[in-house]
């Protein structure tokens, strides 16, 4: 991303446990971004089905993500629920912060879609259940993204007032009200932190809103001579590559709400592979020295590329 705006991490840094209210723009990268802000460890929900598979469910395991089975998924699912609860609530007890997407859904776009009922479920749960965690706050969170489509993003992850168990003055015994003024709640404060922008507008309307929002279009100091040099060499070297990542992405996801974070695995997981790859290769075939060179050369190309 070009620039990373965070507001008031305040309200999800310290003394938690903290629920995250997240909305979901842009798949597993928007996880991505609200762990890269936060100093405790964070857990994610996520779609169960891709649980399914023991290998993955490992994986996906040691990076703190925790299965969401729908009812949708088939009735056998049903049962988990109570595992997405209790691991969430051993997370939360142990200090560290639980992202639940609320919108219950991913889709590209800059809106707050229709809050599903289980961030107010969970929270009722832990506010109320057994063992129960008074003291938690549900935090409304908004990610908000300049684009959906590759690098070179403005992005605003903004961090909203907490919902503390006082502030729902239904009592918890009536659920079904409690439930709905919860979520009355969070919808106003998760609101006041993303961008909010019409279909309608034509893309220079769109993109003045935007740079309105991300505090005006970027202004970038001239490179030097040396630095066009070196941009322009590392975008040169790197156009072949990155075009096979990006229509890899495209045929694997087609172009869904997949794409930026199938996109981004790959240039994060794969591209240091081949680096260490190709400086094998350089080593082998012209010493030492020239893998190293080659090692050191090509991640540097690649960020003066993106930068210059």
Same mark, same amino acid.
């Given at each position: 991303m070009r620039r990373l705006i965070v507001k008031n991490a305040g309200n999800a840094s310290g003394r938690g446990p903290f629920l995250l209210a997240s909305n979901h723009p842009d798949s597993f990268f928007d996880a991505v971004v609200i762990g890269s802000v936060l100093d405790q460890p964070i857990h994610t929900l996520t779609r169960g089905d891709v649980f399914k598979k023991p290998a993955a469910a490992f994986w996906l395991r040691q990076i703190n993500l925790i299965p969401v089975f729908r009812g949708s998924e088939g009735r056998q699912y049903v049962k988990n629920h109570d595992v997405t609860t209790k691991e969430s609530h051993d997370a939360l007890k142990k200090g560290d912060s639980v992202v639940v997407f609320s919108e219950g859904v991913c889709v590209n776009e800059w809106r707050l879609r229709p809050l599903g009922k289980g961030t107010a479920r969970m929270a009722h749960h832990i506010w109320y259940g057994e063992d129960a965690l008074p003291t938690m706050e549900v935090v409304p969170t908004g990610l908000n993204y300049e684009h959906f489509r590759g690098p070179g993003k403005r992005v605003a992850l903004n961090f909203g007032r907490g919902i503390k168990q006082t502030d729902i003055s239904t009592s918890p015994d009536e659920y079904?009200?409690? +439930? &709905?003024?919860?979520?009355?709640? @969070?919808?106003? !404060?998760?609101?006041?932190?993303? @961008?909010? @922008?019409?279909?309608?507008?034509? &893309?220079?309307? &769109? %993109? %003045?809103? @935007?740079? !309105?929002? *991300? #505090? #005006?279009?970027?202004? %970038?100091?001239?490179?030097?001579?040396? %630095?066009? *040099? +070196? #941009?322009?060499?590392? &975008?040169v070297i790197h156009q072949p590559l990155y075009q096979f990542f990006v229509k890899k992405s495209a045929k694997l996801t087609? !172009?869904?709400?997949?794409?930026?974070?199938?996109? *981004?695995?790959?240039?994060v997981y794969i591209y240091p592979l081949l680096v260490v790859l190709l400086a094998i290769i350089a080593g082998i075939f012209g010493g030492l020295k020239a893998g190293l060179i080659l090692f050191a050369g090509l991640p540097l190309l690649a960020w003066a590329g993106s930068k210059y």
């Open positions: 079904e009200k409690w +439930l &709905r003024e919860f979520n009355e709640i @969070l919808d106003v !404060r998760m609101n006041a932190e993303i @961008l909010t @922008l019409s279909p309608d507008l034509s &893309r220079s309307e &769109r %993109q %003045q809103e @935007l740079d !309105r929002f *991300f #505090g #005006g279009p970027a202004i %970038q100091k001239k490179p030097n001579p040396l %630095q066009q *040099f +070196l #941009g322009i060499a590392g &975008r087609a !172009r869904s709400v997949f794409y930026d974070s199938v996109l *981004f695995g790959m240039l």
